[in-house]
């Protein structure tokens, strides 16, 4: 079976069925509702257009980024901003084809500039139950600690966000990984584990020591996935270890070519087609301009990748969600019926990974 010759890859990557496992909520603060929570709050902003803001946008690798990432959050203050923003987002999601969202948030950027946890929480909760009941997208909450912070605030979060435990499924950490390497906080994700909480973590492409930091989340902290982590391929059997446990890599193809001077389609496109499961993911889509489908659309361009491994990466983003088998199954056979459907040929059953 071939691809027929008028096949609309565009339209078939935003349709395909698919998790988003790697997305910031505060990177989804698109200028115009920066606008309107500056407005509403009161906040006098420095940047007056759409265009000014953008303009500022010019980032050259992970700490620029975050350089304009958190002041901007200053205009979310309420429990209806928190809720506005995931909200904005899920609207965005549903057009790009996501059907089921693990989206992180941040509270530690909230509460270290007075921002009452609850506030946060109870926003982005009532965003999540408002997709599934009116948009049929299942989003959970993963909350990321920053790196940057200590661990004793980290920890100090964890216990503030347990009365709120049925409401998040996992935890995270992000921001400035250059001298914040995991071990630093291998006391606070083990309580986290002990908790019921699924684990993540942010690896960041090229940093100082990326190799080491990835060996460290397989080997002490046991993470259930890496987020983004392709510097991977530095250690071929680190790679086979990653393999044999079915561990998920959130990769994020538009922002690697932001933060670096490349998507790292090779490594990317190397590791799917060895078998380990990457999914792709948008990261912080409101900065980096592209969301979730628009990032499988630029992988398949920048690497020529087939509509059958376009269906790969959306079955991994299953086969990596922290879903129950049951759900999972289901997701996985829509992706098959939609494929189908297509003209499209599904991927060899033994690309398929052990769940
Ligand atoms: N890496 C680290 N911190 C972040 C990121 C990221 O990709 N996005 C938002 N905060
Ligand atoms: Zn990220």
Redesign the pocket.
């Known amino acids: 079976m071939t691809t027929p010759v008028d096949f609309d890859l565009t339209a078939f990557a935003h349709g395909l069925p698919k998790a988003e496992l ?1 997305l ?1 909520l ?2 989804t603060l698109e200028p115009e509702l920066k606008f309107a929570l500056a407005a509403r709050n009161g906040i006098e902003l420095p940047e007056k257009t759409v265009e000014e803001v953008r303009a500022t946008y010019d980032f050259t690798d ?1 700490t620029s ?2 350089a304009v ?1 958190y002041p901007a959050m200053r205009v979310l203050q309420t429990a209806e901003d928190f809720h506005d923003l995931a909200w904005a987002y899920l609207l965005k999601a549903k057009e790009q084809g996501v059907v089921h969202a693990e989206m ?1 948030f ?1 509270p530690q950027a909230h509460t270290s500039r007075g921002v009452p946890f609850e506030n946060v929480i109870t926003g982005y909760r009532r965003a999540a139950v408002r997709a599934q009941d009116e948009l049929g997208i299942s989003a959970e909450l993963i909350l ?1 600690f920053l790196r940057d912070f200590s661990a004793e605030y980290a920890m100090a979060t964890l216990m503030e966000a347990l009365p709120y435990k049925a409401w998040i499924l996992g935890v995270g950490l ?4 250059r001298d914040n390497p995991p071990t630093k906080f291998a006391a606070v994700f083990a309580r986290a584990k002990a908790e019921g909480f699924f684990l993540t973590m ?1 690896c ?1 492409i090229d940093q100082v020591g990326s190799i080491d930091n990835i060996r460290a989340v397989l080997e002490d902290i046991g993470v259930d996935r890496i ?2 982590g392709t510097n991977i391929v530095e250690d071929p059997a680190l790679v086979a270890l990653a393999k044999e446990r079915g561990l998920g890599f959130t990769t ?1 193809p538009v ?1 690697n070519s932001f ?1 670096t001077e490349q998507m790292k389609a090779d490594e990317i496109v190397g590791l799917l087609r060895e078998g380990v499961r990457v999914m792709v993911n948008s ?2 889509p409101a900065y980096f301009g592209a969301y979730v489908g628009d990032n499988y659309v630029a992988l398949a361009e920048q690497a020529g990748l087939t509509p059958t491994e376009l269906v790969q990466l959306a079955v991994n983003s299953f086969e990596a969600a922290w879903l129950t088998p049951a759900r999972r199954a289901a997701y996985i056979a829509a992706i098959e019926e939609y494929a189908t459907a297509q003209g499209v040929p599904l991927p060899a059953q033994g690309v398929r990974l052990p769940a």
Not at 174 to 177: A, F, H, I, K, R
């Open positions: 790697h910031h505060e990177g992970l980024f975050l990432y992180f941040d990321c992000d921001s400035d990984e942010h960041d987020d983004h994020c922002s933060v990261d912080d």
